[in-house]
Every structure is written in structure tokens, then in C-alpha cells.
């Protein structure tokens, strides 16, 4: 089997606009079990959309990019329906930024023959395959961009711009960029654990070959900086996809506000899609009623669906879209915070 | 809190023809991950409905009609898309039967204080409500079913015949029922562990009081019979929802007819949506990759999807109906096998 | 690869009695989740133990035999741990019956070829080997005992019964059996789908050749008679070993008593060990808290414990055999009420 | 309630040292499904500890310590057990460190009423409880730590380190602390995310209060040391409970030292235990067999264990403690990679 053999059938990203999962919705509010919680999540979401005073924050953990959801991320972006976004590195820098590179991920085989792919170069993500040679790429083009940037701390969110602001001057080679439409909307986007990707491999190249003069992602600056945005809006939603440090990061937040001594209101929306659960006390899993008992979220609004992302985000967001809440919604231009 | 105010939101049967989930699947099918799987299972959905040699055969197991899924399996009665049922008691009798009688099932919390329910007498199923009361009503409704028939062994099937003759002749209380779509399409219904449920409640009163004289039901005749039609058609295809004892039930026919001399092929498709776990080795679980190990699934066509029945059943079958493969198949009939 | 070369290394049952699992149970009993969970199972299961007024119903789903807790099983019935039993026929038949015929369980892999395996007429479980010609002697051995058995109906307690002196007459050809012991120590074993296995095949066989004068099994019979059990005992508590059919046809007998215009007590004791989850609304993932808005399970005592059983079911069994609660135990008997 | 009622029951930590769980292993060698593959992670473990050329590289996600699992882990430090630690900032910070400052967490309900606790500042994890007003100081203590430290970039190992420092100086208040243990033994200690956590929250504050003159957390610094003590020895093995950040930061470490232009091996060994899945495409729960595939991971010595880690990791531990290869392993004295 030669490499291009088995990297021959693209992963297109699905595009919630084509289809009205309206009637779906409306059909599962009606029914029971994980139907009804998407249903009820949906009413939320679309909650959120309505209230003016809320700002919302989406988070993303596990592989959502690369199996095709890229689309629905910058269909939220460029209509209004997301404020601020919270990821994992894989996302953001691996996927979306490798993609925007003119790289593309492959339909494969959960049951590959994983020595084999290795000898051939390419990296497997359950059924999807990724052509090692062109992450390469993706990681030393990271070192580039650090090597302009100034040598100090950088938040994420700061060096993601930068990020948008390379694809911009150098033109998307993909349809579509998460990191560019937020760049170009004013959506921050933040990877609080900004070395666990593809980064991670160009910002320890840049340092390894800088010894001196070289930037530092300080990821408590990332802290700060939701804080500061906590801070500096009315109101909060939550949508959360899968779990992880960006669902953690994000409740933390509330708390935060707190200890600087700031009177601020716990996220009063709050949604998450995920297959992980509670019963093993993990983060991921953990339920948003147990996020009340930490300050975290409000329980008025609140609902966790147990359903793999692919199967449910896009019917969420096509719901959203299609009932149209997002067009009497301002931009949240919340980057500009950061602008000065 | 009075119980009537617990009963008062009843569960609504989603109906696939009223959306059309064509375009979702089509996005899915180039996707990754469960909604990739859901994609290929339709495909291997419609490839059964056009193979005009295939007799398609669907098990339901865990809380489906309550959970307002019943439409889509009377559709697929109605429309040919089915020739077989295998379920649990539960659905048949504790849901579909107990609808046809009149009564509801209503949306509740999954969160609710069961010793108050139990005071209430109301039955809960994660977040759905059932009245106890109701279904005394549809266990003594079996009962007086089984004191009009003749005292011997009966299979589950004959016995379901019998449930769909007595709606026929009072009339259905309900929009619809699969007994009574499959009494009138001439689909056979099996439960093979039909004192497992409502049915096992009313029978054992039945038997309880005619300690001479009642019926009895030979589960090993529900086997013979599954058997037969194995025997009688050319190919099967499978369509799992969920697993347990329908799940494997069906798939163990097909060692039967090996047992009794006979050379049939194994099922030529398979699909299971599923949120069980094959790590523990449970049968629910396992793969349909170690279903032919025992030379039970053939693999060249075979999907499992792991996700929850409500979000996943409808967009399969809704597919399905749009496409329309079902407009040009001949009813199975398989009841009359065993009419004499 | 040849046969023999994959059926080279036999399961061996883990022998509770070899190592003291009290001092981890005490550990556990501090810390949380899992850990937690099945130490407070241990105490209800030793409270059981101690209460002599209750008897001990063990359901047990999944392949836990061929998983190699067999001898877990044996040591309950031997030391009067247990004093009713409700299985899966592949427990008591395909694994029990069949290594007491003198056959043995293999360990394989999980990540086998099952097109492969079928060619060599090796059965896969997850990670676990079968001898698909010793399955269909132990199959046929099930029709030669029906051949012999007079031409009614008969539970499946009474046909497993007739298996145990089968055992007993021609000599066990394992170390223990299960069906043996149960037959010695007069503890009845329920098997309410006990087609849906190799008894099935067996006793399809049976039917298939005597077209007139077959036995038949009536479910409904051991449903009335597992209700027969509830009616002559004071209390009852249940340990629950995965759920499925066992599961449920358990918790039923308490309504199927109410039903008969008996008073009798919810189960006093309840316990689970799972891997399944509730939020599919499936009920072997169906919380004790949900058993009892059913009115079938006490709330005082009842504990889910979330693991595999393989890693659970010998901790519980060897510290409450170390504790020793079954030594002022009494044998339950409970075949007696069937031996008139 | 009281706030004083609901936190009285202090979680222990379990003392793999107080029981011997090598014949429970070697029983669950013999078996199968997850008692087996346990088994196997033990065997791989000790071939770890034998093996003079491998360091050992322990990662951790999910609350572990708060759940009773923390004298596991200073176990394995304080005998030569482990040579690195890769953690979530949870772990470390609000439940080590926290815990080190004299406070405890306790046992409480899964089934709490939030609101309730959330009122009388009671944080909750599954069943778990913690004083929130605890926390504040834990979170205050770091703040103060870090105003001691020069403000540059830190890596959050050296961070760590001071802490470890604060603590030996102003002495521990509990029974024991990883945190410390592994200061006084060399051991490093990476948080990839750490401001997810109460350290966040300390830090957070004290960037706030000192505008100028303030500390930064390099997250490129950790992934670089990590990198350089990749490069500085022979082989590695890897001990995995949980998944998250801490599992793929250091998976990735293999790739970083591919970048930086040196030819080092796979982690020669790998053993996972977690109740993650694979089927929707996330890091936590992607086999090392994909992780194989990104030349992360050897394929020769790994196995997943799918159980959660309070019910497995003890009985790991404890299997090696007793076997006793650490007796003849010499300390890996890794810290001082970075002591110059």
C-alpha cells in the first residue's frame, strides 16, 4: 500500500446551512432521553442568542476539526453567534491552522495496522488519517511566526492573532479558517495549554534555537485575560463541547473574578455536548449541577447531552441558525479589549 | 406535588417523514468518528432495502417506544421497511401495547425524588413518567388475553398475534401501534424472553388462577420459528437497536440452521446503534467484527454506531423513507409462514 | 496458524479464597467513587449475610464464566453465600454446562481476525477463545437430556435441574460446576431466556426431531416460581452482576407478588456491579433509585458500583468470605419449595 | 445542615504497602477481559522497574488525590518507583498542595443538592466535599510563593519546585505530599496547564496586584525540559492514569526531540488506565496503538486498562511494591537536569 493510496478521500466539513434541523429539534423536545437534552440544549442556546447582556463563550476539546465540524466554528464566528472561543491545541493548531496551511485530513480505518502507518508517515485519529510530513510543516511554520514576534510573554490569545494575522497576509489556502474568521470578527481564542499541539513543537524549536531572545507563552496571562473579559461583560453563556482543561478553564473563570475582589454572576447559560462521565469524578464528565456547588454555573439554564459531537453539534447549531436569533445580534468585538 | 401534575406533559412519537434527513447524512458521510459510522450504516440500511432478495430483520432493546420512537418503527412496518421484529417485552407490551390501550407516557426529571414518586405510585424511567396504576391495567389486559386462548404452549410470536387480533376487534386507543401494523403487515413479532415485562405479570395471574387449563409459552418455539424464516428466505439483514437478548436471539439463528442440517448463509448486513462498551465482554456490546467469528454476520457489510437511539434512530430511518428504496419492495408476509 | 496454536492457554478461575481482599475493601472504604462504592457494596452484601432472615438472589449477565469467575460462583453456593440464582443462558449453558462437559476456554485477542478465526470454527469473546465443535457437543448434549425428559412444560429451573443430575450421574469432568454445585446444595438457577443460547440450539434440535412428544420451556413457569421463592421468604437481597433480563426479572418479582394480592416487602438489599450507564434510559444501566419509584428495591440498602466485573465480583465475594458472616448461615433450600 | 456536619468524614488515602495484591494479579493473569489486561500493565510495570536503562514516567488526570490516591503516588516516589510526574494542575495544586496546608477533603454525596452547598461554600467532586474557604488560602499561598520569585518566565516545574521548597521550610501539614516527596527525591514535576487550577487563581492574583515586576508560566519552558530529559536518557516508560493534557504532552515529547534533530526511541513501554473510549475520536481514551501510529509509542510493552483508577492503581502499585524490582533501581535524580 503506498502513502497515497490511503490518503485519497478527504474529510469535507459539514455546513449546518444546508439542511434545517429545526424540525428535528422540535421533534426531540418531545421525546425523552439524550433527544429531549438536545432539544433543551438548543432552547438554551437559543436562549443566549436572544439576551443581549450575554456574551458567549464556546469551548472545544477532542478531535472536532479534523472529523468536520470546522465549518460550524466559523459559521458561529461570522454570524454573531459566538464571542469568545476556548480550545484545546489539537483544534485550533494541528487542524484548523493546518488545514488554512492548504493541508487536508483523510477518511481511514479504526482498525489500521498502526506499524505500518507509522512506516509510512502517517498519524491516525481513530478513522481519520493525517499525513505526518505536512504537520511537520504546520509546526515549523509556528517557529516562523514566533521568530517575528517579540521576545516577551505572549498570551495564546495574543499569539493566535498573530496566527490570523499571518493567514491573512499570506492568503487562506482552505476555504474556510476558524483562526482567520476570528481574527477578522474580533473573537479571541484561547488554548490555555498552548504547548500540548502542534505549538508546542514550533515554540520549543524557536526557543531551542534561540536560547536568548526568545518569546514565552505565559499561560497565566491567558488567565487573566478571560478574567478581564468576565469582567468587562454583563453576562456569560457556556457551550461546551467535549471536556477538558477549556471546559475547566472556562468555569474557573467565575472564581476568578472573585478573588480579585470583583462581584461578578456565575455563567447563567450553560451546555454541554460530551460522552464522558461523571462516575469516575473526572473533570470532563463532571456534571454542571456539581459546577453549581463551585460558584461555576447557574443551574436555571443548564443541560448536559451524552452524545458524540459529530452526531449532535450540528444539529445544535443548525437549530440556531436556521431560527435566526444570531441576526439582531451585535458583533462582540471583544478582542478589542485586548487592543490598545 | 399531586400526581397529575407529574403526568401532565405526555412523550410525542417523532414522526421521519415530517424532515427530511437526506442532506445530514449526506454531510455526515464525509465526516469522521459516529456520524461517518451513522452514514455508512444508512447506506447499508438502503443496500438492504434494494436487495430484493433480503428479508430485513430489526431488534429493539432498552426503553425505546417510551421514549417516543414508536412512529418510526410503525413506518417501517407500514412501508415494507421491515419483515421481522425481535424485541424485548418491555417495548411490546409495557410501551406499544400499553399505548394502544389508551394510556400515556410523560415527561419527567431525571433528578426526581423516588420515594415520593413510589408514594405517588408513578414508575420512573430515567426522565420519563409512567402511571402505575395504567399499567396494572394493561398486565390484567394480557391476562384476560391468555383466558381466551387455547391451554398449550404458545411462542411469544403466536401470543403477539393474538395482542394484535384482540386491538383489531376493541380498537386501537392510541394513533398507532407496532403490534397492530404488524398484526395487519403480516410481521411476525418475537420476544423471547416474554415473561420479562408486563406480559410475564399478566401470565403469571393467568396461570396463577387457571392452575389447570392456562397456556404457557414455549420460548423454545420462538427459536423453531426464527428459525424457520431463516430457513425461508434467501438473505437476512440485521438492524440492531441496542443489544441484549434480541440482539443476540437473531443472531444465533443462523448457527440454528446449521444445527438442524441446513446451509444457510450467514446475515448479509448488519448495523447496531449502540452506546454499549465491547471492553467488558458483554454481548450488548460486542462487536459485529466478533459476530462473525461465530460465523453468525458476514463483514463485507456491517456498522456499528455508537450513539443513543433517540438522536440516532430517527435520522437513519428518515433517510431511509426520503430515499425511497421501499417504494419498490413487495411485503415480506413472513406471518403467513405460520398460519395453517 | 493452526487450531491448537490458538487454544493453547486455558482461563483459569480465580479462587477467592487465596488471597484476603478485607484489607483493600477497608481502604476502599475511605477514598471515593468506585473505590467508595464497592466497599459499601461489601457491607451490604456482609449486612445480607448477616441478616437471617433474608436470602440471597445472584443474577449474573455477561460472560463472566469464560471470563473466569466461575469458582467466585461455586464458593457462594458451597458456603451458603447464595441461595437463588438468575442467569443468561450463555453463563449456566455455553460456559458452565460446557466446561463441566470437560471443555475449556482459551485466552485470545481482542484484536484477532474474525474472518480468520470463523475459517479455524474458533468463537471469539472480547479477548477470549471458544472450540466451536465443543460448543455444539455441549449443545447436543442439551438435546439428548431433553430426549430423556417427559414431553411438558418444564421451567428452566426444573431443565437445569435435570442438567445437575445429569452432571451428577455421569461425573463432572472440571473441577466444579456451577449447575453441579446448585444442584447439590439445593439452590435453584433461573435462566428466563433460555432459548437464547446453547440450550437453545439444543432444544430446538429436540423439537425439530420429535415433531410430536417434545418438551417445551415456559418462561411464564419460572417467573411464577421465582415468585413462589419471594412469597415463601421473609426478606430478600439482590447482588446484581451486569443486568439485562437476570436483572429485571429480578426486581419484577416483587410487583408480580403485588399482582398475585400478596403483601410482600421491596428487596431489602440491592447491589450492582456495571459497566452500563443510565443515561440511555437501558435498564441494565438503570439506577437502584429508579428500581424503587417501581416500588422494587429498598432504598436503605443499595449500592451501583461502575467497574468491569472481572475487577470488582472477586474483591466482594473474598472479603465477605474472609469476614466469615456464612459460617452461622443456614442453607436457603430453595429447591425444596419444587420437589413435591 | 451545617457546613461542620457535611465536612466530618475526612477522605484516607489508601497504603498499597498494607496489603499484597500480587496473587490477586496473578489470579486476574489468567482471566480475561479488564482483570486480565490489568495483569498485563502490572507484568509491563515491573519490566519497567527491572529495566535499568528506562526512566519512568508517571501522568495523572482525573482527582486522584482528593480521592484518596496521593500516598500511592509519594509511595512510588520514595522508592525509586518513578523519575518524573506529568500531572493536571488539580491534582497538584487544590488537592496536594492544598492538603499539605493541613486542610482535607471529605467524604460526601453524589446525590447533594448543589445549591444547598454552593450557599455554605462547600465545593463538590462526584462524592467528594472541600472547604471553599480552604481553597481561598491554598490559592492565596501561591500567590504569596510567587511574589517571593523573580520575575521572569518559570516553567511550571520549577514553579512546582518552590512550592516544595515553601513546604520543607515551613514544614507539611499533612501526613505526606507528593509535591514535597518528590522535592526531596529529584523527581520533576510538570503541570502542562497550570493555570487550570488554584494555582491559576494565585497567580492570577498576583500578576494582577504586581502590573510590573511580575512572574510568567512558560508552557513552552515545560515542554522544552521535558524535551531535554527526554534527550538525556536511554529509554522511557510511561504509567498513564487518566488521559487529558498530561497524556499527550507527554506522548508528544517523543516528536519534540524528532524536531529538534536527535534520534531518540518510542516510549519503550506504555500502560494506560482509564475509563475513557475511543469511539469518539478524543486523546483521552485513543488507544496506544494510534498513539503507535504517531511514533509515539512502541507497540511491544503497552497495554490500556478500562477501569477507574481507584479501583486499579492501587492494586498496580501495590503488585510492584511487593515484587520489590525498585529495591535495585537507583533514584533517577532528574531534577537535577536542571540544577545549575
Not at 45 to 69: E, P, Q
Not at 104 to 129: K, P, V
Not at 224 to 229: A, C, G, S, Y
Request: hydrophobic share 40%; glycine share 8%; with cysteine.
Amino acid at each position: 500500500m503506498e502513502k497515497q493510496d490511503l490518503l485519497r478521500k478527504p474529510i469535507e466539513h459539514i455546513d449546518i446551512k444546508t439542511f434545517d434541523a429545526r424540525p428535528i429539534i422540535e421533534g426531540y423536545a418531545l421525546m425523552a432521553f439524550q433527544a429531549r437534552n438536545l432539544a433543551t440544549a438548543a432552547e438554551i442556546y437559543n436562549g443566549m442568542l436572544a439576551d443581549h447582556d450575554c456574551k458567549i463563550i464556546l469551548t472545544l476539546a477532542g478531535s472536532l476539526f479534523s472529523a468536520g465540524l470546522k465549518h460550524v466554528v466559523t459559521d458561529m464566528i461570522n454570524r454573531n453567534m459566538v464571542d469568545v472561543i476556548v480550545s484545546t491545541g489539537a483544534i485550533i493548531v494541528d487542524q484548523d491552522f493546518f488545514e488554512a496551511l492548504g493541508f487536508r485530513h483523510y477518511m481511514g480505518s479504526a482498525f489500521a495496522d498502526d506499524t505500518a502507518l507509522r512506516e509510512l508517515a502517517i498519524d491516525r485519529i481513530y478513522d481519520t488519517y493525517i499525513d505526518e510530513d505536512e504537520l511537520r510543516v504546520c509546526d515549523m511554520t509556528i517557529a516562523q511566526i514566533a521568530d517575528t514576534l517579540p521576545p516577551r510573554p505572549h498570551s495564546s490569545r495574543e499569539f493566535i492573532h498573530a496566527m490570523g494575522a499571518y493567514l491573512d497576509r499570506e492568503g487562506l489556502k482552505a476555504e474556510r479558517s476558524a483562526i482567520h474568521s476570528a481574527y477578522k470578527k474580533g473573537v479571541p481564542v484561547f488554548v490555555p495549554a498552548f504547548s500540548d499541539c502542534s505549538a508546542g513543537f514550533g515554540l520549543v524549536y524557536h526557543q531551542w534555537h534561540k536560547k536568548d531572545g526568545h518569546l514565552t507563552i505565559d499561560s497565566v496571562r491567558d488567565f487573566r485575560e478571560l478574567t478581564e473579559i468576565k469582567l468587562a461583560v454583563k453576562d456569560t453563556g457556556v457551550i461546551m463541547v467535549g471536556g477538558g482543561v477549556p471546559k475547566n478553564f472556562t468555569q474557573d473563570v467565575v472564581v476568578a473574578t472573585d478573588i480579585l475582589g470583583e462581584e461578578k454572576p456565575m455563567h447563567k447559560y450553560a451546555i454541554q455536548l460530551t460522552v464522558a462521565d461523571e462516575r469516575d469524578g473526572g473533570l470532563s464528565g463532571s456534571t454542571l449541577k456539581e459546577a453549581c456547588s463551585w460558584g461555576k454555573v447557574d443551574l436555571k439554564y443548564e443541560q448536559m447531552v451524552f452524545g458524540e459531537a459529530t452526531l449532535t453539534f450540528p444539529l445544535l447549531v443548525s437549530d440556531a441558525y436556521h431560527r435566526g436569533a444570531w441576526k439582531k445580534r451585535a458583533p462582540g468585538n471583544l478582542s478589542n479589549l485586548f487592543m490598545k
